[in-house]
């Protein structure tokens, strides 16, 4: 098994998004600020390959929305994903199966792109299009609170592609690549668990998006259902204790990988270091 990370968006986020209502004085000394409010975020995505297949988890939000939109987001010309799968070897045609651990615009915008004719069309065409179910049927019928962040243009491709295929409940979706869902954030978010070099590799998504949200009570503020996230959170931060996982951040910019300890201030960065250190 060979495993990569990819970026495919550098932005910037709103520190109240990314820690809800812990104030200012209290999560810059966890993570730092970037000036006006804001903190640096990535889209990190993961590149797993198998003897047989090639996944792609998650694919940052594309470029197929409006100037207004990315406006918003602080977007970064820098980093595109197609230009950096290309970097590590990979065409669309490569990927097998692409992984959305949920539909919010951030995961999902990069699996399509606007064809000659202005209409999304999927970006990989071999792939098949993995989501858990309750994440679909979630998003197909949002609630108010998290209509802004499932786009038609982002969903509208996937419905009518004929290779979306619906996850039911935790399982192996290949040979030591498992799922297992999460509720807090979004219904049915799919983190994967990657059993890599004897140890599991757990690609984080927005269980906990940043460093800086470790600590149980600091949330995001799109959380939709805050108490679940943090007994899952809790729950998990244990479980990753135990076991040494390896964690794989999604959108924290300045640390990629990292296992946890315990202290008595609650759960912390043990060491960090990127998936190439890892070997």
Request: aromatic content about 12%.
């Amino acid at each position: 098994m060979k495993i990569s990370t990819v970026i495919a968006d550098t932005w910037k986020m709103d520190g109240g998004v990314c820690f809800g209502v812990v104030p200012k004085t209290l999560w810059r000394k966890h993570y730092p600020e970037a000036g006006d409010n804001l903190v640096n975020v990535v889209s990190r995505c993961l590149v797993v390959e198998t003897e047989e297949r090639v996944f792609l988890v998650d694919a940052g939000m594309g470029r197929k929305q409006t100037a207004k939109y990315y406006g918003y987001k602080y977007l970064s010309p820098e980093d595109e994903l197609l230009q950096n799968l290309s970097r590590l070897g990979y065409k669309p045609e490569d990927i097998t199966d692409v992984l959305l651990t949920h539909l919010h615009d951030d995961h999902v915008g990069g699996a399509s792109r606007l064809n000659e004719s202005g209409e999304p069309e999927l970006l990989f065409p071999n792939a098949r299009y993995w989501v858990s179910l309750n994440q679909w049927q979630w998003a197909r019928n949002p609630n108010k609170r998290e209509q802004a962040a499932f786009l038609e243009k982002n969903l509208t491709p996937l419905a009518e592609s004929g290779r979306l295929y619906l996850v039911e409940e935790d399982r192996e979706l290949a040979e030591g690549f498992f799922v297992k869902h999460f509720s807090g954030h979004t219904s049915g978010m799919l983190v994967p668990y990657i059993n890599y070099k004897n140890r599991f590799l757990v690609f984080v998504s927005d269980l906990i998006p940043l460093t800086g949200n470790l600590p149980v009570v600091y949330l995001a503020s799109v959380d939709i259902q805050p108490l679940v996230a943090m007994e899952e959170k809790e729950k998990f931060l244990e479980e990753a204790v135990k076991n040494a996982y390896v964690l794989v951040f999604e959108h924290d910019y300045y640390t990629e990988c990292a296992t946890l300890k315990r202290t008595n201030k609650g759960y912390a960065l043990n060491e960090t270091f990127t998936l190439q250190e890892l070997g």
